[in-house]
């Protein structure tokens, strides 16, 4: 059974201004060219690892035989170069991974004998003599590249330099369909155009303001001198002693791809002062943060994905490529697989900002903080001091403390929802790979952190999945509740975004947009009033 998602056609109009028009004029004018804005940087929400794991990973049984990666891991790498050049927040990325390679596949799809594209179903559809891997390598480049352009407009310079040595020619923005640079162009022209006004306030004009700006009017309870209510979020002071903002609470109103809302999954509310649980939960917290050792920190840093990183969505990303390479993927394969990925990595963000807004939860810097104030306790006493006694209102969290409140987990539910998404395209749980953090290399403990090499090794996807969610109890910033619930968030959206993803490459659905797309952008246009 399906679930969720946008089942109607996209109107005819668009169809057809999409067809006819010139992707720098008409209707492809608004959204091309637009800056990158400002892009929500999560302020020291981890160490800056600045890309290092692209190629660190192993895998044991690697073979030596020469074998030539697809255009699409290509422009993957492009689009997380853009993300670590702009410092992309986490749900900005997610959202980029969807739109890139939606277009992609929309452009592939045009190519294939039953896939059905997103926006224009099978209209785009080619003739049997014009179905060449040569032709499907270039509509699937025009695509990604215009998608790439029109998200980091910035980093443009770095997008025309693939194209000129993949031998492309960047100003071709014709969309005559008998050419695989008018169908790329054209199919991304009009994810693009769907895209536009998604709820994401890609352009500030929801807002009257800044690119990705909040336009619900979000005003927190508490402020980092007081905490009124001990259940809320506290934003806490920068390294510039400004107050956090939290980054993005409209996001929830972003349209999805198979989430038939984004409360679909909310699980019920977390714990509240002054109940026991509320207590036990900081006290677990503390008691990592004192019994932190050297794998415990690796595993937390490796998997923290700060600013400069290709944030957690990216990671996952990263892992695909892994994967890719393992495999032997070729263009169908990838297409197909980075699609699903990021569109399940999308709809992650939104279910988990979703709760982020309705319960506005308390991160455990603060509770532990407000429980212990006036007390010693012992814990981690800041890089390279190791376990000692401090004063409770002293505590810091391993990790530096992300600006937006606890509940739910986004690395739990994009690291679930990935490796849901990557059991199912691979047809098996097998990852196989392993990781060797060096000696001394730490960020946040250089030079000391870890005293020897740590490798991390995952069997599973799930096995990698439930050690990044756990992750961010060893780094003090989630309680076990958000992690486990969101892991479960996280598992559900993966299954329902391959199951409607492999119905779309059996022609089994027609397109994904449509007018539950367009009910979902106008509440959000609604919310910005």
Not at 165 to 177: K, Q
Not at 256 to 268: E, N, S
Not at 385 to 396: K, L, P
Not at 488 to 510: D, K, L, Q, S, Y
């Amino acid at each position: 059974m399906l679930r969720g998602g946008y089942v109607d056609r996209i109107s005819a109009r668009l169809i057809g201004s999409v067809m006819a028009a010139s992707l720098f004029g008409g209707m492809a004018a608004p959204v091309m060219g637009q800056p990158d804005g400002v892009p929500v940087a999560v302020a020291a929400a981890g160490p800056s690892r600045e890309g290092s794991r692209q190629h660190g990973l192993t895998n044991r049984a690697d073979r030596r035989d020469p074998y030539q990666e697809s255009v699409v891991i290509r422009w993957n790498a492009a689009l997380l170069a853009a993300v670590r050049a702009v410092r992309f927040a986490p749900m900005l990325t997610a959202r980029a991974l969807a739109i890139v390679h939606t277009c992609t596949y929309d452009a592939w799809a045009a190519y294939d004998a039953r896939a059905q594209g997103t926006v224009f179903g099978g209209a785009l559809r080619r003739p049997h003599h014009e179905r060449t891997p040569g032709m499907r390598e270039v509509a699937v480049s025009y695509a990604a590249y215009r998608a790439l352009v029109n998200l980091f407009p910035s980093q443009q310079m770095a997008f025309d330099r693939l194209m000129a040595e993949m031998r492309l020619d960047p100003g071709d923005a014709s969309t005559d369909p008998s050419t695989p640079a008018g169908v790329g162009n054209a199919a991304c022209a009009a994810v693009l155009a769907w895209r536009a006004h998604d709820g994401a306030n890609q352009f500030g004009d929801l807002s009257g303001g800044t690119a990705y700006s909040d336009y619900t009017g979000y005003v927190p309870v508490n402020t980092p001198s007081a905490l009124i209510d001990p259940s809320r979020w506290q934003p806490l002071l920068t390294s510039t002693g400004t107050p956090q903002v939290f980054a993005t609470p409209h996001w929830r109103l972003v349209v999805p791809f198979a989430l038939a809302a984004a409360d679909q999954y909310r699980p019920a509310p977390p714990a509240e002062y002054p109940s026991v649980q509320y207590v036990q939960q900081a006290e677990t917290i503390r008691r990592l943060s004192a019994g932190l050792d050297d794998r415990m920190k690796v595993i937390a840093e490796y998997w923290a994905d700060g600013p400069a990183t290709e944030t957690p969505a990216g990671h996952w990303s990263l892992l695909a490529q892994f994967v890719s390479r393992r495999d032997r993927h070729g263009l169908d394969a990838d297409v197909q697989m980075f699609f699903v990925l990021g569109n399940a990595l999308l709809d992650a963000s939104i279910a988990v900002w979703d709760c982020k807004v309705a319960y506005d939860y308390v991160r455990p810097v603060s509770a532990v903080r407000f429980l212990h104030g006036g007390q010693l306790i012992q814990a981690w006493g800041g890089p390279g001091r190791g376990t000692q006694h401090i004063r409770g209102e002293q505590f810091q969290s391993y990790l530096a403390t992300p600006p937006f409140p606890e509940y739910t987990s986004g690395h739990s539910a994009f690291s679930a929802a990935a490796a849901a998404v990557l059991r199912l395209v691979t047809g098996s749980p097998h990852f196989g790979a392993t990781y060797t953090f060096k000696a001394g290399t730490s960020t946040i403990e250089p030079g000391v952190t870890p005293a020897r090499d740590v490798t991390l090794s995952w069997a599973t996807f799930d096995q990698a999945a439930d050690e990044a969610g756990m992750s961010r109890r060893y780094g003090g910033i989630h309680f076990r509740q958000a992690d486990l619930e969101s892991r479960n968030i996280g598992r559900r959206i993966g299954v329902a975004a391959w199951e409607r993803a492999a119905a779309m490459f059996h022609g089994a659905i027609t397109t994904v947009t449509g007018a539950d797309a367009d009910r979902h952008a106008e509440h959000a246009a609604s919310s910005g009033r």
